[in-house]
């Protein structure tokens, strides 16, 4: 039975141009701060054009958060919003620039030790500095939710929290500011938006044909303009069907009233911290040896994705589910995101300690029946070499 709150107050402002837009967005007497990554957004003259529409507004800059953000840098951030009495954060950049400055707008508040918003899933902010976006890489879908996840690099752990008072007031999208992106970003952010849809579609019937159907269109979508992202870099129309695809597979819409997985996030965040992969390359390396092993518990989903997605319709139901785990790892391997633990140099012997750091998160008991346990995620990392 259908049952859900749904709820998201992001407003999403899209389209060439839209970045001038933020001089209506963000309060006219504003303190803000602008946070950015490690220089694209310089080198690209987004954070200029930012700035121009800013114009009239006291106005800081922080940069530097790295890719996966460390709670280590983002506290400098904390400290200077403190000091400087800053009263709205705007984030210039792609999930981890947006998923740092959610962290700092909840830790600026916040009673006690920061990190203990990791440790407890966000469950005890009371207050967060309002904040909005100005996004450059479609991947996470951070631009539109309320999830973070911070790298605490001391410990070695890439842990997330949620909560309804980080989502950004606003996002502004301009498909023009992701010309710039290397192609491993690209396919990245394809394949990143691909598995949100699949974590939360990949799962057992719900009688919820309005989530499947949507799920269905956003994946057969990125099918199609992932590839064409990157053959050709300067089509506005290709780049703003990948940026709002990306955007909707992890707002919210498609998960409502459904069971999720997220088995292969949690066991990629590990892949991640230890051993430094891209978020993206630990979910192609995952997802398709998961499917695999999952296969029994998926099995109606499994066939309606290979129908429906890939337009798979003969042979034996079993082979038409192998056929479809196959055109996923194809698809991941065809933007040029290798799916196997090899290809970055992992080996057997590195699967101890993953599992070991799953069990210390308490990600013991994942998927949507919560029935990968430490050993089948064992099995599952092994299926991955
Ligand atoms: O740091 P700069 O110099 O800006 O360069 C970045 C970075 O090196 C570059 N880049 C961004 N926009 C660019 C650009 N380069 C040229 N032109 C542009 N327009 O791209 C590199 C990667 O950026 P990053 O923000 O790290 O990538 P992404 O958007 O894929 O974010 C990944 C992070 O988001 C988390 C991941 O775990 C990871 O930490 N996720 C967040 C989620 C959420 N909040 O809902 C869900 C996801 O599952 C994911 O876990
Ligand atoms: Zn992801």
């Known amino acids: ?22 001089d209506e967005l963000v309060p006219a007497d504003a303190r803000v701060l602008v946070l950015y990554g490690g220089g694209s957004a310089e080198r690209n003259g987004t954070l200029a054009e930012v700035e121009a529409a800013l114009a009239g507004r006291s106005v800081q800059r922080f940069g530097g958060i790295e890719p996966n953000p460390a709670y280590e840098t983002l506290m400098e951030a904390v400290a200077l919003v403190r000091r400087e009495k800053l009263d709205f954060l705007l984030a210039v950049g792609g ?18 030790e920061p990190w203990n918003i990791l440790e407890t899933y966000g469950k005890h902010i009371a207050q967060a500095v309002p904040m909005g976006c100005v996004l450059t890489l ?4 951070s631009e539109m939710n309320c999830f973070s996840v911070i790298t605490r690099k001391s410990l070695q752990a890439k842990l997330g929290f949620a909560s309804p008072l980080v989502f950004p007031r606003f996002s502004v999208l301009d498909p023009v500011k992701t010309y710039s992106l290397p192609p491993r970003q690209i396919a990245n ?16 019937p719900a009688a919820a044909p309005v ?9 057969q979508t990125l099918i199609e303009v992932g590839p ?8 506005y129309e290709v780049r703003a069907n990948l940026m709002w695809a990306a955007t909707q597979a992890l707002n919210g819409l498609i998960g ?13 965040h590990e892949i991640t911290a230890l051993h430094g992969l891209d978020h993206a390359q630990t979910l192609a390396v995952v997802q398709p040896s998961l499917l695999a092993l999952r296969r029994e518990v998926k099995r109606d989903k499994l066939l309606q994705y290979a129908a429906r997605v890939w337009n798979i319709h003969s042979g034996s139901a079993d082979e ?6 196959a055109q996923t790892r194809d698809f991941f391997e065809s933007l040029g995101v290798k799916t196997r633990l090899r290809d970055y140099g992992i080996g057997a012997e590195a699967i101890d300690l993953i599992i070991a750091r799953l069990e210390a998160h308490g990600m013991t008991a994942l998927g949507e029946d919560r029935a990968i346990d430490p050993a089948l995620a064992r099995r599952i990392l092994q299926a991955s070499l």
């Open 1 to 22: 039975m259908l049952n859900f709150d749904y709820y998201n107050p992001t407003r999403i402002v899209f389209g060439e141009g839209s970045i001038a837009r933020l």
């Open 95 to 112: 999930g981890s620039v947006i998923d740092g400055t959610k962290f700092v707008a909840a830790a600026v508040g916040y009673d006690g």
């Open 138 to 141: 479609p991947a996470t879908g």
């Open 189 to 204: 952010g394809a394949v990143d938006a691909f598995v949100h849809v699949m974590e939360q579609y990949m799962t057992r």
């Open 211 to 219: 989530q499947d159907r949507y799920a269905e269109g956003l994946l």
């Open 228 to 235: 064409q992202a990157l053959a050709e870099p300067g089509n």
């Open 256 to 268: 409502a009233g459904v069971p999720q997985d997220w088995a292969t996030h949690m066991i990629g």
């Open 320 to 325: 038409r589910i192998e056929r479809a785990i």
